[in-house]
């Protein structure tokens, strides 16, 4: 089975070179096989090979094909669930822990890229505006939470004034700004945690989809169209596009399609313009708009989703008009890139670890979170392999409940469901 290369976007355009691998050819055996190679697979490959465990890694196209060499890019705190609502689900210390796992996450890419050299152009700085009168009080309301409970303090509330001697617009009211989150070339920090995971002894295959695994006392084998990998633990890494491989994880998360487009270079100077401080930015909206600066001075805009499943309407035309929305001033610049790519998510968009069998482990749902605590999470599936599965198991705590409808209704059932956010988006 042969790779599909990379969507053409501009992380494609700007990644550095990193090797084509070969398919898995025949039978190997292993400590552990993961399956998926974004960064979630990337990290538990590494994080178990600095533990001195053999690991097969499998990819059905390239390393980095799917969300991971896609995204948004935005590494920030916490989870898409929200602390109230982890609270509500695994009770207040629970949700600390959580809390603590993902602010390890943020600490964690720093350290991996400055222990493997990897040049992904990591930019510090986050910045949550405010549409409307509500989310400036929802933004004051998280300051004060983040600072009182949580004690973090490297979020401050940026007002009208001085956001707007910082972004080119006139579209925000206030905004949350964290010096401890920030942005980055996501392929290439990818491909570097693969190059850096490959030089640990990891063997990575690449154009090799998993077809099925059985978990039988102490072994697992996993099935691929030209071989078979014998392994002790497998780690399942490849949300929505594991399908048939892992059937049992389908219905606890869906794909929804989430776009981007780049600009043509605007210049150095024209770019600062637009972000003053370079941070990554993001509303409030529960259809958002977010953006940030590219090292080459593009301005990268992504906002607009689609839950339908259906590709006929025009994502690049209306992700520019999202744009022109934000900075009008930016009406006769090209746009050189546009691309999309599914994230999955699940029902109450707190990520979705655990165990299918005693050593078959999985990690999905990051719904839209998943730049920092993809990393992390590889951490904490190393770590319960090798036996400390404590931050784990509080993962695995988290109740996941299936989207209704079942397969043929499901997606029209998000669908409805999430016209009520838009319409509460325009109030």
Request: charge should be positive; glycine fraction near 12%; include cysteine.
């Amino acid at each position: 089975m042969g790779s599909t290369p990379h969507v053409r976007s501009y992380y494609a355009f700007s990644a550095h070179a990193a090797p084509e691998r070969p398919a898995l050819a025949g039978s190997l055996d292993c400590d552990v096989c993961v399956i998926g190679a974004g960064i979630a697979g990337c990290s538990t490959a590494l994080h178990l090979a600095e533990k001195g465990l053999a690991v097969v890694l499998l990819e059905e196209q390239r390393v980095g094909w799917g969300a991971s060499g896609r995204s948004g890019a935005q590494a920030i705190y916490g989870v898409a669930a929200g602390q109230a609502r982890l609270e509500r689900l695994i009770g207040a210390s629970g949700a600390r822990a959580v809390w603590e796992v993902s602010i390890e996450g943020l600490a964690l890419i720093r350290e991996l890229i400055a222990r493997y050299s990897i040049q992904c152009d990591w930019t510090p700085g986050h910045l949550a505006v405010a549409v409307k009168e509500r989310h400036v009080r929802e933004l004051e309301a998280e300051l004060h939470e983040l600072r009182e409970r949580y004690g973090y303090p490297s979020v401050s509330y940026m007002p009208r004034e001085e956001l707007r001697a910082t972004l080119a617009t006139e579209r925000y009211l206030g905004g949350l700004y964290d010096t401890n989150s920030g942005h980055l070339h996501p392929l290439n920090y990818t491909l570097g945690l693969a190059a850096a995971a490959e030089g640990l002894g990891v063997r990575v295959f690449e154009g090799t989809r998993a077809a099925g695994f059985a978990a039988n006392g102490s072994q697992v084998r996993v099935r691929t169209a030209a071989g078979e990998v014998r392994a002790r633990y497998l780690a399942l890494c490849g949300n929505v596009y594991l399908g048939p491989t892992a059937p049992p994880l389908t219905s606890k998360i869906m794909a929804v399609a989430t776009y981007i487009v780049a600009t043509e270079p605007l210049g150095a100077e024209r770019a600062r313009r637009l972000i003053a401080n370079n941070a990554a930015v993001s509303d409030m909206n529960w259809v958002l708009d977010y953006f940030r600066r590219s090292a080459d001075h593009r301005l990268l805009f992504g906002g607009r989703v689609n839950y339908s499943g259906l590709t006929s309407f025009d994502a690049p035309g209306a992700t520019r008009a999202r744009m022109l929305r934000v900075f009008p001033q930016l009406e006769g610049v090209r746009i050189e890139y546009a691309w999309g790519g599914d994230v999955d998510i699940t029902l109450n968009r707190a990520p979705h670890f655990g165990r299918l069998a005693p050593n078959v482990y999985f990690l999905q749902g990051f719904s839209g979170h998943g730049m920092a605590l993809t990393g992390i999470a590889g951490m904490l599936v190393a770590e319960a392999i090798t036996g400390t599965a404590g931050r784990f198991d509080v993962f695995a705590r988290i109740p996941h409940g299936n989207f209704p409808g079942g397969a043929a209704l499901r997606r029209p059932a998000l669908v409805l469901a999430m016209l009520y956010y838009r319409i509460r988006d325009l109030l």
